[in-house]
Nanobody, 129 residues
């Protein structure tokens, strides 16, 4: 089993930055895919960013159009952690952010939540205007 724990959320003002962390414990893998999703009140969960890593190297990364140029996803394989660096935050970025993982070598990235096997509990990000 793999346990994922998100951290780094908080209350910030528009234009500020935050870095979210997704730390994996339990059984870990040298190749895996990680995705960040978010869910705002009254809305469906949506894709934010995804990454595929193997042997500590990033092979693929992709982003939702709404966050391109503002968010960066990257991994630290030595710490079994994937980060989501968020800059120029907007009030519409307010949501609970979840990370998800799937083991194995993935060609490309996984943007659909149904293909992930493991999920964290979420961390709240609130951006005030």
């Amino acid at each position: 089993q793999v346990q994922l724990v998100e951290s780094g959320g908080g209350l910030v003002q528009a234009g500020d930055s935050l870095r979210l962390s997704c730390a994996a414990s339990g059984r870990t893998f040298s190749s895996y895919a990680v995705g960040w999703f978010r869910q705002a009140p009254g809305k469906e969960r949506e894709f934010v960013a995804a990454i595929s890593l193997s042997g500590g190297s990033t092979y693929y990364a992709d982003y939702a159009d709404s966050v391109k140029g503002r968010f960066t996803i990257f991994g630290d394989n030595g710490k079994n952690t994937v980060f989501l660096q968020m800059k120029s935050l907007k009030p519409e970025d307010t949501a609970v952010y979840y990370c998800a993982a799937r083991a194995g070598y993935i060609i490309g990235v996984i943007t659909s939540s149904i293909h992930y096997d493991y999920w964290g509990q979420g961390t709240q990000v609130t951006v005030s205007s």
